[in-house]
């Protein structure tokens, strides 16, 4: 064959499928019809295949069915047989199929929401302040902000030493060009710990103290009508053999009565949380054992980038560091004063929270004043909120150059040393 005559011929295929498709768009506009996805799978043009419809069968009184069972193998013609289930007299666990869930022991019709550490409400801390009956007090606790400004309580050579673990955690510790949030995060704040650790010697109740990884908590109460939990892990723990001391006095506690919660209608306040009706109703566990040494919580770390598969926006960041925070005091405080009867707390329950993403921190203090939740009325527990604290401005490995100028050096810029003293007087916060 010529090459011209197969030129010929293809170019004739080619405007016989293009009239082809064209005759077929007329008819689908004529009659009303679907546009159709010509070489398109149908994955790309979001349509889901029909689900096959059960044959029905059909039992007739008095007629039985001509199977081929009697024969032991098929017979075109004859219907299927049919046997009943075959029930093993030995445990596989690979067969197992479980009850209906009504029939299971923990199932109760009343529901239990629940929170985790990849809840993420809508209200956020609005949300978490309802759930836990807490006010919300900006800023950190004047004795804690005086022990941050006391020059007793600094680091020798403490800024050089901050901004060298900043370095350490963005640019050496590192075998790629840009490490990413989840490793320079969670080596600044080991970093950070460590470096508040060198102040042992000066004040010797740092030692008193143990970490604690991955540690698993759960806490139950009753707000309103409705059941809450809190179930989940953590990522870091800071344990403490003595408690923290309470940061409001009791005539500060007694005016919380007077603090009206904000609502936040139509939405509900269980929004976001699981439901779940397979559960337990007094689940209070710190994640140690009664004989541990190290009881009471000091304070716990967040990283905002911890989980890959479940990222937070900084709202219901702060709100997942409030719920901890709180179950972790209302676990301790169930086990030193039982679930019953729910009351104000005659020496309240002080737990702290440090939440960060290596470059911002959060700093919260909560007070937890009563275990009586149930209503709106009466002691309200208390928190003390310090949010987007920089500890510095931009951590670059090269240069930020615009139009010829460099508007960011490389290195470290806009160092904010008192970022560290808050962290450091959390830390120090019981030791001093």
């Known amino acids: 064959m010529f090459p011209e005559t197969a030129q010929c011929l293809k170019a004739a295929s080619s405007l016989f ?29 979001a349509k889901v295949p029909p689900a096959p419809k059960p044959r029905q069968k059909v039992e007739i009184p008095g007629l039985e069915m001509v199977t081929y069972g009697e024969r032991m193998h098929y017979v075109p013609g004859l219907s299927k047989p049919s046997y009943p289930g075959w029930e093993r007299d030995y445990k596989d666990p690979r067969y197992y199929r479980s009850p209906p869930v009504q029939d299971m022991p ?21 949300q978490a302040l309802w759930l836990t009956k807490t006010k919300l007090i900006s800023g950190l606790p004047p004795q804690l902000v005086s022990l941050a400004e006391d ?6 050579d403490q800024d050089e030493r901050v901004q060298n673990a900043i370095k350490h955690a963005r640019f050496w510790d590192t075998t790629v060009e840009r490490p990413g949030k989840e490793k320079y995060s969670n080596t600044l704040l080991i ?42 892990q953590n990522r870091l723990l800071h344990n403490c053999m003595d408690p923290l001391p309470e940061v409001s006095g009791k005539q500060e506690v007694a005016d919380t009565a007077d603090h009206a919660l904000e609502t936040f209608y139509p939405v509900s306040p ?43 926006r900084i709202e219901q960041f702060r709100a997942n560091m409030l719920m901890f925070t709180f179950g972790n005091a209302l676990a301790r405080a169930h086990k030193l004063y039982g679930t019953q009867p729910q009351c104000v707390l005659d020496r309240p329950i002080t737990v702290q929270a440090v939440g960060t993403n290596g470059r911002m921190f959060q ?26 604290v920089e500890l510095y401005e931009f951590a670059k490995v090269q240069p930020l150059i615009k139009k010829k100028q460099v508007k960011v050096p490389a290195g470290l810029a806009g160092y904010k040393p008192e970022a560290f003293s808050k962290f450091l007087a959390l830390y120090l916060h019981g030791a001093v």
């Open 363 to 388: 700093f919260m203090v909560f007070q937890l004043n009563t275990t009586d939740l149930s209503g709106d009325s009466g002691v309200k527990n208390q928190v003390w909120l310090d949010e987007d």
């Open 17 to 45: 499928s293009q009239t082809v498709y064209l005759k077929e768009l007329r008819r689908l506009s004529a009659h009303g019809g679907a546009r159709r996805h010509f070489g398109v799978s149908r994955c790309l043009t």
């Open 106 to 126: 923990l199932y109760k019709e009343k529901p239990c929401y629940v929170f985790s550490q990849r809840t993420s409400m809508l209200e956020g801390v609005r």
């Open 191 to 232: 970093n950070l710990m460590h470096l508040c650790a060198t102040l042992q010697s000066v004040h010797p109740a740092i030692g008193r103290r143990i970490l604690a990884e991955k540690y698993i908590l759960a806490a139950t109460w009753k707000r309103g009508e409705d059941l809450f939990q809190i179930r989940g």
């Open 151 to 156: 020059p007793a309580n600094q680091i020798p």
């Open 270 to 312: 269980t929004i976001d949380l699981q439901k779940i009706h397979m559960y337990e109703e007094e689940v209070n566990c710190s994640g140690f054992r009664d004989d541990y040494p190290y009881p009471h919580a000091h304070t716990l770390y967040f990283l905002e980038a911890a989980d890959a598969r479940c990222k937070l």
